[in-house]
């Protein structure tokens, strides 16, 4: 990929992190505060389809055609699928944002799905010309789930359409879909992205256990979202299956970063170190929560408060999966090596992790049935917080020159 183009796919996921940002406290505003226009109920789902195309895809489908270097057939394809996607995904936050589910916002889901598997196709066909890496079964592995996690918004969209919505199945659907995409499509492309660079470490020895451990796991791990649906218990086997597969998957890659740490120290700046390790630390919280839910009694605790679902939700989105992608382009250079930017970065990282924090204070109070006074007001300061820290941040790496 050309350096200017390069730039330009790298700005245009900042600012569409930016516009997350600011969707995001738009909506805290409105919890918090009166606030008569948009409806709250299509400014989720705008933001929701917005971050997950604008901006984890967008960047992910990036960093993956820049891992192939000049192993690609056909360069102007990927530059055109990247295009397209992200009108699809400027589409999609405006359609949802008017109308919700509707015509215009479907057409531009679904075209951003069918991009979708556009590049898969011509993305798997380059990658099996590479000679072997560690990164190749990671890379393919994301794709696969990418394409699978489609199933449940096509299952969705078409109850919508018809208008024939069942409680279980509706929920069945999201959860199909937000699962393949977090511990599918997000975690393997992440998991290439990461071995990528723990090879370029001298006498780094790949573990092949690693892939086939959590890839394993993905598919049985789905019906640790679906425990409230009262399965059978031939069924109920495979979370618990899929959750000792994860623990497993957990302790190689823990002994992988271990056995690494001080090479990891000498070859990665502090920064990029703070926000890997804080991302590393959600993904392991993530996986410890899973553990907890294969306890149906708690299962049916987490998914009946919302503010309980939503911390998770955003424990992956933003503490695993976006700190994870600010950490690597900061580490890649893809963001200016400054003060202003590792400033922004942490001031961002702390937003993130103190939403957690208030998150979790809602949730627990509502197990006992208390209304903690003043969280939607202190959750619209954070939320502010995090979008300062993102203007900073985009605006500082939009200065001309070359990067430090």
């Known amino acids: 990929m050309e350096q200017s183009k390069k730039e330009f796919f790298i700005k245009a996921g900042l600012i569409n992190l930016t516009l997350i940002a600011l969707i995001g406290a738009l909506m805290r505003y409105k919890i918090g505060f009166e606030f008569p ?20 895809t967008h960047i992910l489908f990036t960093l993956m ?6 192993n690609i057939t056909n360069k102007a394809i990927y530059d055109r699928l990247l295009k397209a996607n992200l009108i699809c995904a400027a589409g999609m936050l405006i359609s949802f944002t008017i109308q919700g589910y509707g015509p215009v916002s479907i057409t ?6 069918l991009i979708g598997y556009c590049f898969s196709y011509f993305y798997i066909k380059d990658l099996n010309n590479l000679p072997d890496h560690p990164s190749k079964n990671w890379f393919k592995a994301a794709l696969l789930f990418n394409v699978l996690s489609s199933l449940g918004t096509f299952y969705l969209a078409y109850m919508m359409v018809t208008k024939n919505i069942n409680q279980h199945s509706y929920l069945g659907s999201v959860y199909f879909y937000l699962h393949f995409q977090y511990s599918g499509w997000f975690f393997f492309a992440i998991m290439g992205l990461i071995i990528d660079k723990f090879a370029e470490l001298p006498s780094f020895s790949y573990d092949s256990q690693l892939f086939k451990t959590f890839f394993s796991a ?17 069924l109920y086997i495979l979370p618990v299956v899929a959750v000792l597969l994860q623990l497993w998957g957990l302790s190689i890659l823990i002994k992988k970063v ?3 740490l001080r090479q990891i120290k000498s070859a990665w700046p502090k920064p990029v170190r703070w926000l890997l390790g804080l991302a590393f630390f959600a993904l392991i919280i993530k996986l ?7 306890f149906p009694e ?3 605790l987490a998914f009946g408060f919302r503010s309980i679902v939503i911390a998770y939700l955003h424990l992956v989105l933003l503490a695993f999966t976006t700190l994870f992608l ?8 893809h963001i200016r090596q400054n003060k202003i930017s590792v400033m922004s970065l942490i001031v961002f990282s702390v937003g993130v992790f103190a939403n957690e924090f208030v998150l979790m204070i809602q949730g627990v109070a509502s197990f006992a049935y208390i209304l903690v006074p003043h969280l939607n007001e202190v959750l619209f300061g954070v939320s502010l917080v995090m979008l300062l820290s993102m203007v900073t941040l985009m605006l500082n790496n939009f200065k001309e020159g070359k990067h430090n």
Do not use: D, E, M
């Open 108 to 113: 531009f889901s679904t075209l951003s799905i």
């Open 326 to 333: 600010l950490g690597y382009l900061l580490l890649n250079n």
């Open 288 to 294: 410890l929560l899973q553990t907890g839910s294969v």
């Open 298 to 300: 708690i299962s049916k």
């Open 37 to 56: 226009f948009f409806n709250q109920k299509n400014l989720l789902h705008a933001h929701s389809h917005y971050a997950f195309a604008g901006w984890v």
């Open 258 to 260: 271990r056995t690494h």
């Open 65 to 70: 055609v820049l891992f192939l270097k000049n």
């Open 218 to 234: 993905c598919v049985p791990a789905y019906f640790l979202s679906i425990l409230w649906a009262k399965l059978p218990w031939y």
